[in-house]
């Protein structure tokens, strides 16, 4: 029977809409990865269940098709080839004198494929987890069945803090790629400790698995006029993040903060081709940081707010983030120099 229109558009979706990309509600809203798999997993299985169901159903006319050709067999000897035929004829094969009909078995074989495609589509939404061996410069997993590819996206549990530029290998591909940050970064020693676990994604346009969610990087500490230390700490926190092409936008990347916050300057960069960034308080431009050049180098540019050299944000204030001049520009990192205040 002709699948519904509801079927057919599940099968276009399953075909063309889901992906592994990043996922962005206005340019790629089928992506599963950064996050993307919160918004799409159960869109996707019920997607994967129609269309099995829909299966499943052709395949209850198969079944239906069998008892009739046994009661055929049944009331006449004659019709024994025939309903043999309509029972086990060989898969995607028509059965002869049928019509270009199918038989029961390649019915039952369809659905068994389809029952197999559903759950290896379930399975893989949820990343595989690994628990790596080898070195803190030199990690290994070993699965047979892991493609490295474009957008791959695996969870590591590491068994030992990292030293710099560390490296993984899946021992039966044999080839060992650098583990980065986001934009790109390569990694200071110890960023990685004893078991912290990170979704990693697969970079082939850099050939690298970039870790995601790792802890903070590096403090800055104040000094006073003498070069005394201060008590207090700041830190940079890798708060904006924008995986892949970027796109000129506005009031995107919408951080609110939970607590009071001094910002004191942004680091920026880009794995390639340049933007200019504008960022601001509840809407309202930041001096020194209403429009921040970025390229590939990455630069600090302080805040200059009514002549201060910070800008104060308090529990429940936004900080957004607009994008233009884009040129060429992918996977845009920046960083904010952030001092917690009572």
Request: glycine share 8%; with cysteine.
């Amino acid at each position: 029977m002709a699948l519904s229109t509801a079927v057919q558009q599940a099968i276009t979706r399953l075909q063309e809409f889901y992906n592994g990309n990043a996922y962005d509600a206005d340019t790629n809203a089928g992506g599963l990865a950064e996050g993307g798999h919160r918004v799409n997993e159960i869109p996707l299985a019920q997607d994967m269940a129609d269309v099995a169901e829909a299966i499943a159903d052709e395949a209850g006319g198969a079944a239906q098709a069998k008892t009739d050709a046994e009661t055929a067999e049944t009331n006449a000897q004659g019709h024994e080839t025939a309903a043999q035929n309509w029972a086990t004829y060989a898969e995607d094969a028509t059965v002869p004198g049928g019509g270009g009909e199918y038989s029961a078995k390649h019915y039952a074989a369809k659905a068994e494929d389809a029952k197999i495609a559903a759950e290896a589509a379930a399975t893989s939404l949820q990343f595989p987890v690994y628990s790596t061996g080898g070195t803190a410069s030199a990690y290994t997993i070993t699965d047979a069945d892991l493609t490295i590819a474009d957008g791959a996206a695996i969870r590591l549990n590491f068994h030992a803090a990292n030293n710099a530029s560390p490296t993984l290998e899946e021992t039966n591909d044999g080839n060992a790629y650098e583990i980065v940050a986001p934009g790109n970064r390569a990694l200071d020693a110890a960023e990685i400790t004893l078991g912290f676990t990170s979704i990693l994604y697969f970079d082939a346009a850099i050939n690298k698995w970039i870790a995601l969610g790792l802890p903070l990087y590096r403090l800055v500490q104040d000094l006073d006029a003498n070069g005394n230390k201060i008590t207090k700490l700041r830190e940079y926190r890798s708060r904006i993040f924008h995986g892949g092409t970027v796109f000129a936008v506005t009031g995107k990347h919408v951080v609110t903060f939970r607590e009071a916050v001094r910002l004191h300057a942004i680091d920026a960069s880009l794995v390639a081709g340049s933007c200019t960034a504008a960022l601001k308080k509840n809407g309202s431009a930041i001096g020194g940081l209403s429009a921040v050049s970025v390229t590939t180098t990455q630069t600090e540019t302080a805040v200059n707010d009514s002549s201060n050299a910070y800008i104060d944000f308090s529990a429940g204030d936004k900080l957004s983030i607009d994008i233009s001049s884009v040129s060429s520009a992918t996977f845009l990192e920046i960083w904010l120099d952030l001092e917690a205040r009572a």
